[in-house]
């Protein structure tokens, strides 16, 4: 039986700090070879066998928005739910408010605790979400995003079509965070990674 192994955010290294078509479509290329590459997949030799690959919706840049950044300041930590035995713990960075489809949404960023920042000005956060296509073409658990706050940005770039599946999605022996439901967006994000 395969050791319980965390799912670590940021564990696939794959960072784009463009929003273009060709970056998309590059972030999309290196997660597919990633799976694939028997040397650095999450899948066992079996599950790697049988594996058909990684789809996504096809781009859009419908599904890249401007968010405002509302830091939140003093927040307590908290042991984020989790589809394993292993929880890690997190606590709420700011609040990104933003529209999609002309309707207003806001999403919590959160920050994992003792994860190392990529420099003194960037702060990685986790932006977990969940929306109409969980369960049907995208993983029940959701969908996450990486993204990079500059400190004291008022505002960032959301690229939906860089949101990929946890570990989770795909096979077994990984603690994965399971998105809160406030972080719920009440439409198909048919935009990144699919079934």
Known sequence: MRKLLIFFLFGCNLTFSQHSEKDVFAFQDEL??????????????DE???????????YSEEYIVTAQVEYLYDQPTFLMASSGKIQ???KR??????????????????????QP????????VFLPFL?????KTT????RYIDVTITQGAQEITLNFNKSYHPYCAYTHGYSCPITPFVNSIDIPVKAGVKY
Request: aromatic content about 18%.
């Open 48 to 58: 790697l066998a049988v594996f058909q690959g990684i789809q996504f919706y096809p």
């Open 32 to 45: 597919k070879k990633f799976y694939l590459n028997p040397e650095k997949t999450p899948l066992n030799a």
């Open 117 to 124: 920042n990529y420099s003194e000005d960037e702060i990685s």
């Open 88 to 90: 890690q713990e997190y």
């Open 93 to 114: 960075f700011a609040i990104l408010h933003f529209y999609l489809k002309g309707k207003k949404y806001q999403l919590e960023a959160y920050q994992r605790v003792r």
């Open 139 to 142: 993983a029940e658990i959701g």
């Open 131 to 135: 929306d109409e296509t969980n369960g």
